[in-house]
C-alpha cells in the first residue's frame, strides 16, 4: 500500500479559494486601489467605508462577497 500525501504547495492550492487572485496580482490590485484613493486623501477627504469599497471593486473587478479582496485587504 502506498500512501500519498499531497505537498504543502498542493494543499493551499486546494484550499485557496478559485476567485482569488495570486499574491502578487493581490499586491497589484492593492496597489492599484491606493492610487485609485490617493486623490480623495490628497483633497483631506475622510474614507469611509463606501470609499473604500469602490476603490477595492474597482482595483480588483469583483466584491468581497465573491470573495476576490477582504477588508483587512482594504484597511
Known amino acids: 500500500m502506498n500512501l500519498i500525501v499531497p505537498s504543502l504547495a498542493e494543499r493551499s492550492a486546494m484550499l485557496a479559494s ?11 490590485a492593492i496597489l ?3 492610487r485609485l ?10 474614507l469611509d467605508a463606501a470609499i473604500l469599497r469602490a476603490a477595492m ?3 480588483f ?3 468581497d462577497a465573491a470573495g ?4 483587512k ?3
Open 18 to 28: 478559485p476567485s482569488a487572485p495570486a499574491a502578487s496580482d493581490r499586491a497589484a
Open 32 to 34: 492599484h486601489a491606493v
Open 37 to 46: 484613493l490617493q486623490p480623495a486623501l490628497e483633497r483631506g477627504q475622510t
Open 57 to 59: 471593486e474597482a482595483a
Open 61 to 63: 473587478g469583483a466584491s
Open 68 to 71: 476576490t479582496w477582504v477588508w
Open 73 to 75: 485587504d482594504a484597511y
